[in-house]
């Protein structure tokens, strides 16, 4: 059984960028949340992707996009960044039966200058 | 608006003895708690869970206890070892599609 990996581990982008975060989830899971961890904060909840939909949002503005695969593979899109993006991007995986634990991946750490 | 509070940023505690965590929660439609572990340069790691209609929930060294009419829960660690120093996160969803909301965390340091 494979865990929920991330890629790339470390990113620097330049403000006004675009950047692509991507997310295989642990084997048999459906569900792929994205988390955004700013440095002494808590992971806060940006979407969640079930069966390729999107199925829920936290309060993140619409240049923050995503999209998930057949596969249940996913990506977090993010336009024209700006300096405050700078965070700890964490993919977890879980089965969409509710009630069970969310499987982290070791997260995609992006720092815009 | 932060749903979930983790107050103690920061707790040391001796080896063997008991690490208490706590953290406490708003809104009461939350139903389903956990606490993850993260180490440095790794993603959270998932500990233990408790729903909302039990009021204890042990694993091995690991109990966390609910208290719904104080909004409350804490995370105990009996006995304490240096392996446990992590951030630890209290988190808790509304439903069931495990749209987790975090606390702020608290590091704890196990002293040998």
């Known amino acids: 059984e494979t865990g929920v990996t991330q890629s790339p581990t470390h990113l620097i982008k330049t403000r006004g960028q675009q950047v692509t975060l991507r997310c295989s989830s642990q084997?048999?899971?459906?569900?792929v949340s994205w988390y955004q961890q700013a440095l002494g904060q808590g992971p806060q909840f940006i979407f969640q992707?079930?069966?390729?939909?999107?199925?829920g949002r936290g309060n993140f503005p619409p240049r923050f996009s995503g999209l998930q695969f057949p596969n249940y593979s996913s990506e977090l899109n993010v336009n024209a960044l700006e300096l405050d993006d700078s965070a700890l991007y964490l993919c977890?995986?879980?089965?969409?039966?509710?009630?069970?634990?969310?499987?982290f991946g070791q997260g995609t750490r992006l720092t815009v200058v | 608006d932060q749903q979930v509070k983790q107050n103690s940023p920061s707790l040391s505690v001796q080896e063997g003895r008991i690490s208490i965590l706590n953290c406490d929660y708003t809104?009461?439609?939350?139903?389903?708690f956990l606490w993850y572990k993260k180490y440095p340069a790794e993603g959270p790691t998932f500990l233990i869970s408790i729903s909302s209609i039990k009021d204890k929930n042990e694993d091995g060294r690991f109990t966390v206890f609910l208290n719904k009419s104080a909004k409350h829960l804490s995370l105990h660690i009996v006995p304490s070892q240096p392996g446990d120093s992590a951030v630890y996160f209290c988190a808790a969803s509304a439903n069931t599609g495990n749209q987790f909301y975090f606390g702020t965390g608290t590091s704890l340091t196990v002293i040998p």
């Open positions: 809104n009461s439609m939350f139903d389903y």
């Open positions: 977890a995986s879980s089965f969409w039966t509710g009630g069970g634990e969310a499987f």
């Open positions: 084997s048999g899971h459906n569900t």
């Open positions: 992707y079930y069966r390729e939909e999107e199925n």
